[in-house]
């Protein structure tokens, strides 16, 4: 399945943005879906994901209450909704799948996001 993300930009402090990550080529139905992030100089950390059904979620504790993570089967997307924003979220957004909850195998481009102080 190939994977693109969008829906990064510039927000202040406290803002919002809404990350979707549309999917081809196969059907998502059957992945796990997730997001990463990295932030300058820094390796990659995992930010959240969803089950297949959308019945189970997990996120990072420093997300956690802030950040929700959906899915839309019918539209072979998924997102990431960013509330509360801070400067510590800058990083690029990476959206990822596993096939039937395996190993994440499958990567977007990423997304920046950038949040000023």
């Known amino acids: 399945v190939q994977l693109q993300a969008c829906g990064g930009g510039v927000v202040q402090a406290g803002g919002s943005l809404r990350l979707s990550c549309a999917a081809s080529g196969r059907t998502i139905s059957s992945y796990t879906m997730a997001w990463f992030r990295q932030a300058p100089g820094k390796e990659r950390h995992f930010v959240t994901s969803?089950?297949?059904?959308?019945?189970?979620?997990y996120y990072a504790d420093s997300v956690r209450g802030r950040f929700t993570i959906s899915r839309d089967n019918a539209k072979n997307t998924a997102y990431l909704q960013m509330n509360s924003l801070k400067p510590e979220d800058t990083a690029v957004y990476f959206c990822a799948a596993a096939y039937n909850g395996r190993s994440y195998e499958s990567w977007g481009q990423g997304t920046q996001v950038t949040v000023s102080s």
């Open positions: 969803i089950s297949s059904s959308s019945s189970s979620s």
